[in-house]
Structures are given as C-alpha cells and as structure tokens.
C-alpha cells in the first residue's frame, strides 16, 4: 500500500495510508483502515521525518509515486469505496511540488 521515493534533491518521499483506526474494518482484524494517504519527506536518510502531509484525507490505498524532469512529483493511488474497503471506486493522480509539501 505504500511508496518510496528519492527525489532529484537526494530527500525521501513516502507515502501510505496513515491511521489506525477501525472505521471501516473490523476491529477483530490484523490490519487497519486504508485512509488518509500522507507524504512524508526524510532529508536525513530515513532517520526522520519531520515533513507530512494527507494528500487524501478519505480512504485511499496502493500508491505509487514519481518525480519528472522539471521537478513536479506524481502520486498515483486509488481512493474512494463502493461498499467495503477493496472496492476502490477511482484511480487519482496528484500532482505536486516540494513547496505545497513544506507548506
């Protein structure tokens, strides 16, 4: 359900649903809700990671992202349900830059 990234600059972005709640699942199961994709960004190799932000606050899962040549970073990941958590409803591109990620 996750990605990793480094960026032109050398940083690392990562992105994955970051709860850990039972909202949509059961809370009998192992695992959690897929909601609220966060980027996070590590300047330091992956010891830290003092930037985040929720690119999608509802549910959202599977992402993967990329950098182009001019420097704008791609997420693609599914978001949305029809009735239960593996039913994704739409696949979304975001794009963005390290500003919007900083802010």
């Excluded at 695992?31 to 980027?39: A, H, I, Q």
């Excluded at 182009?68 to 599914?78: D, K």
Aim: neutral net charge; charged residues 25%.
């Amino acid at each position: 359900m996750a990605s990793i990234l480094k960026l032109q600059n050398g940083a690392i972005l990562f992105a994955n649903p970051d709860n850990l709640e039972h909202e949509l699942t059961k809370p009998e199961r192992v695992s959690y809700d897929r909601k609220r994709l966060t980027v996070k960004m590590s300047t330091d190799d992956c010891q830290t990671w003092p930037v985040s932000k929720i690119l999608e606050p509802g549910p959202s899962s599977y992402s993967d992202l990329a950098q182009t040549a001019n420097g704008t970073i791609c997420c693609i990941y599914e978001n949305q349900i029809f009735t239960r958590q593996n039913d994704t409803q739409y696949v979304t591109v975001a794009r963005f830059d390290l500003e919007w990620l900083k802010k």
